[in-house]
């Protein structure tokens, strides 16, 4: 039961945070992983260090989420490498602060084409590997914000990551008759790079509004992301799947110290 043996898995945004913790959890699994970002250092560290944790093959792939024909190449190369593409993970996000008095419509498109358009681009370029996979699977890394709460400085985030719920759910239904699930995983405040640059105040904060009473790991949502990537979770499709220490479940502060 729940083997990703021999899976091929495409993880995007995964030199680092999220993304890092998927990789590390699928090659720990024993599956082939391929990690897809911007910087060429970045991945040259992250396929070493990934390399160590399982025998599986690790492959990095330069790649602009926001730029169609950059992860058309991405998708190409990854199947080339392992023979397939079984598992995406669309996971390469950005979060930038901007309040609504302050957003320029450059704010607002850097969002939305890095979280939202990235998103699309990259499960339309591993098509048709997906749908050879005859399993394929596709896991979305959206987030309690927007979806189902909300923080000043991240409307246009939120609304970009409400977004990629509204994607998941037409396509899970469209991807159904070819044998591909698409999930998406909500994640509360996982312990980040890019989160960690919100700094001791934001963290702290955020702690203290956790039933858990701590910030999750980036492994805690490669947990989740890895069985919705086995044969096992086949019939679950287009279903949204909140990873938060019970983040969203208080109804007051009052509730956290009752
Ligand atoms: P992070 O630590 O800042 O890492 C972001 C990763 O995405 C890096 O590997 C980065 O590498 C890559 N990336 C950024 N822009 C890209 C682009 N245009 N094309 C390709 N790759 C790109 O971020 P994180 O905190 O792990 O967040 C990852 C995902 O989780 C995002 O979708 C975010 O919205 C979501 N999320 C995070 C949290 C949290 O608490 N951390 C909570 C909810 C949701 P390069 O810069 O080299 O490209």
């Known amino acids: 039961m729940f083997t990703l043996n021999n899976k091929n898995v495409l993880v995007t945004g995964a030199t680092k945070g999220i993304g890092y913790g998927i990789a590390a959890v699928f090659a720990s699994a024993g599956a082939n992983v391929a990690i897809a970002a911007r910087s060429r250092a970045d991945l040259d560290s992250a396929v ?6 399982g025998p599986g093959l690790v492959r990095g792939i330069s790649v602009d989420v926001s730029d169609p024909q950059s992860t058309q190449q991405m998708a190409e190369t990854a199947a080339d490498a392992f ?11 950005i979060f930038p ?3 609504l008095d302050a957003m320029t419509p450059a704010d607002l498109a850097q969002v939305l084409d890095v979280n939202v358009k990235g998103t699309v681009y990259c499960v339309q370029a591993c098509l048709d590997a997906l749908t050879r996979s005859g399993a394929g699977r596709v896991v979305i890394t959206s987030s309690i ?8 400085g991240w409307s246009h985030y939120g609304a970009s990551k409400a977004a990629q719920l509204g994607f998941m759910r037409t396509a899970a239904i469209e991807l159904a008759a070819r044998r591909i ?13 890019g989160l960690a640059d919100m700094g001791e105040d ?7 509004s956790i039933p858990a009473g701590t910030l999750g790991t980036p ?13 096992e979770a086949r ?24």
Request: net charge negative.
């Open 48 to 53: 070493a260090a990934l390399d160590a944790l």
């Open 181 to 193: 699930t698409v999930n998406a995983i909500l994640p509360g405040n996982i312990l980040t790079e």
């Open 235 to 258: 019939y679950i499709t287009g279903q949204s799947i909140a990873v938060d220490g019970g983040q969203i479940l208080p109804e007051s502060l009052d509730a956290l110290t009752g």
């Open 83 to 93: 023979g397939g593409i079984d598992v995406l993970c669309a996971n390469a996000g």
């Open 219 to 231: 492994e805690d949502i490669g947990h989740l992301a890895a069985f919705l990537a086995t044969d």
């Open 97 to 99: 602060e901007a309040k």
């Open 202 to 208: 934001y963290l702290a904060g955020m702690a203290r």
């Open 145 to 152: 914000t927007g979806p189902i709460t909300g923080f000043p």
